[in-house]
């Protein structure tokens, strides 16, 4: 018997006019009940390893789920409006979303992180989600995911036949229905106000972008990540114009004669506050750090950020960009220079590796290796987050490791110092801030923060030492990332008198500007001569830059046009504020206008399409 026998004739429009109207109607039920079971499960799939906590939580915040559902039965409608026929139009969809569920599935599984709509650019990249390791296996909720597409195919083609022929008002509802999408889509799926209105915390890290992803399904959270690919080209752009730019400039090779070892040290929430007059700080506190001040090249940075954004200051130093976008795809970099001109390209963080995505995005900017907690600190160390006196031993092991092989070129961020600091309890003894009169919540936060980092310059001088006296040149270059929390509200730079909220100018530099050593050992001194000195305040997208030009790189042409930019404009801020001629201000001459234009289309091109 055929199979198209078997067919519920009596629930066909075609075959019983008389009741077409009611019929269609319960074909479009059915298929709206079918669509929202495959919304269902692709929500039980997208919980991950959260289990069924996680899916209840969904339901609990109704919003969540809604907006997980009616994508799936909306895209189901439309293809049987404009298919006509109930299983094709149920099959063609849940095909699509099942996998869209399972790669946002393996993603979560191998790389701890999601399937963006952005990553729809880059299908090899997605299918090859394991990186060339693990072999993918089946899950079984992926079994029943698809055993429930083909069971409610099937079931649809029985008690749904028929095919609507009704061309004139299929057509007519397709205009509605995309009417609706134009209306509806961008207010719910690409509102930040939506967004943060779903926020689903209470079983997740609320500082993990994956888990806050997880948190919301896959449909929605994938539709909302279109607001990630807001990254437009910049006025004028082209691949041509940009290479164009890039054309002016040489690009030159490291000389094999002249490739020294170079470590690059980010200090979390470092900032020397004896800078401020209003405190009055115990000498030893930054003693290491004015002596290595003293005996080097140092200066300030002038960084984008203030009290968080670590990645912000990061980023910047690494790529040579005064403001960044979207690394989700592999980006040009100094890592990535350093490694093509033979370098052995690490790094470390004792912090976990989906903060900021450092693992994905820490290998598209160039790096061999990347140690985090998971992968490495877990196994050295067994009390939460490494401390300094952890992670700086472990970059002279590393360096040992590789020396002899290469040339080494390591950056490291440091997690010691990370705000906010305690109240009530100190963990480094008492007498860093000796201030007369100040609150107990102040006194405990300072002693905190100052015991903290002194204990880290202590560490440093250790490495220091040890590096020291290695008879292979070595450069360090050492920065914070951003000014301390130091209370809620600013609490205790208020109460101290600290210059960082005025509208002066002064008031700007102290809100966002660290220190930076540039430091080199005895061997590299000998083979590159002394490097002391103080230098103007830059931004952090400078300071490799800076590094070259001590070296004696001339380096690649991004890094040329950049030097040229240094002079002209020094500070190049995101808030607006540049510093020319010396002077802080938020206009700009045309010459140093059009040095930021193209440097922008030049930052594009090599963010985005240089590394194709």
Not at 531 to 544: F, N, R, V
Request: hydrophobic share 40%; glycine share 6%.
């Amino acid at each position: 018997m055929k199979l198209k026998n078997l067919k519920i004739k009596a629930l066909d429009p075609e075959q019983n006019k008389g009741k077409a109207g009611i019929l269609w109607a319960y074909h479009i039920v059915m298929m709206i009940c079918a669509a929202a079971c495959v919304g269902v499960l692709s929500m039980a799939l997208a919980v991950h390893n959260f289990g069924m906590p996680m899916l209840i939580s969904y339901f609990k915040n109704p919003l969540i789920a809604i907006l997980n559902i009616t994508p799936v039965i909306f895209i189901t409608l439309f293809a049987y409006l404009l298919i006509g026929r109930a299983w094709i139009s149920f099959l063609v969809p849940s095909a699509v979303i099942f996998i869209g569920t399972m790669v946002n599935y393996y993603k979560l599984s191998m790389r701890n992180d999601p399937f963006y709509f952005e990553d729809l650019k880059l299908v090899s990249e997605v299918f090859n989600i394991t990186g060339g390791g693990d072999t993918l296996n089946f899950a079984p909720r992926l079994i029943i995911f698809f055993a429930c597409i083909i069971i409610g195919t099937i079931v649809l083609y029985f008690i749904c036949p028929g095919k609507m022929k009704a061309l004139k008002t299929r057509a007519a509802a397709l205009i509605l229905m995309l009417a609706l999408a134009f209306a509806f889509f961008p207010k719910y799926y690409l509102s930040d106000t939506v967004y943060l209105n779903t926020a689903n915390n209470d079983l997740i890290n609320i500082w993990s972008d994956t888990q806050r992803y997880v948190s919301r399904g896959f449909v929605y959270p994938f539709f909302n990540s279109i607001t990630k690919m807001r990254d437009p080209a910049p006025e004028g752009y082209s691949e041509e114009a940009a290479q164009a730019l890039l054309a002016n400039y040489a690009d030159d090779t490291i000389p094999e004669d002249k490739k020294p070892n170079i470590i690059g040290i980010m200090l979390e929430a470092f900032n020397d506050l004896s800078k401020f007059e209003s405190l009055e700080i115990e000498p030893s506190v930054y003693e290491v750090w004015h002596q290595l001040k003293e005996e080097n090249y140092s200066g300030e940075l002038v960084t984008n950020i203030f009290a968080g954004g670590t990645i912000d200051t990061e980023r910047c130093f690494m790529t040579g960009f005064s403001s960044l976008g979207s690394f989700r795809t592999p980006s040009w970099s100094y890592v990535h220079y350093l490694r093509d001109n033979g370098y052995v390209t690490e790094g470390a963080h004792p912090g976990y590796e989906w903060f900021y995505n450092r693992l994905n995005i820490n290998k598209n900017l160039g790096f061999d290796r990347y140690f985090f907690t998971e992968n490495h600190f877990k196994d050295i160390y067994d009390n939460n987050v490494a401390p300094d006196s952890v992670l700086f031993p472990d970059i002279i092991a590393n360096y040992e490791k590789h020396k002899d092989e290469a040339p080494y070129f390591n950056f490291s961020v440091t997690y010691q110092n990370h705000g906010p600091y305690e109240i009530g309890k100190t963990y480094y003894g008492e007498g860093h801030i000796l201030n007369e009169g100040i609150s107990d919540a102040s006194r405990d936060i300072l002693n905190n923060y100052l015991g903290g980092v002194k204990d880290t310059q202590k560490e440093l001088k250790k490495m220091l030492d040890t590096l020291n006296e290695d008879e292979e040149p070595i450069f360090v270059v050492l920065f914070g990332d951003h000014n301390p929390w130091l209370g809620d509200d600013n609490s205790v730079y208020k109460e101290m008198g600290m210059d960082i909220l005025g509208d002066s100018d002064e008031a700007f530099f102290n809100y966002y500007s660290t220190p930076y050593i540039i430091w080199a050992n005895d061997a590299a001194k000998a083979q590159y001569g002394e490097i002391k000195g103080e230098g103007e305040p830059i931004s952090p997208c400078y300071l490799m830059s800076e590094l070259f030009e001590i070296i004696g790189w001339e380096g690649p042409s991004y890094n040329k046009m950049l030097g040229e930019m240094k002079e002209v404009l020094p500070v190049t801020h995101t808030s607006g504020q540049r510093v020319e001629n010396g002077k802080l201000v938020s206009e700009v001459s045309d010459e140093a206008e059009k040095m930021l234009n193209d440097n922008r289309i030049v930052r594009y091109y090599l963010r985005k399409d240089a590394m194709k």
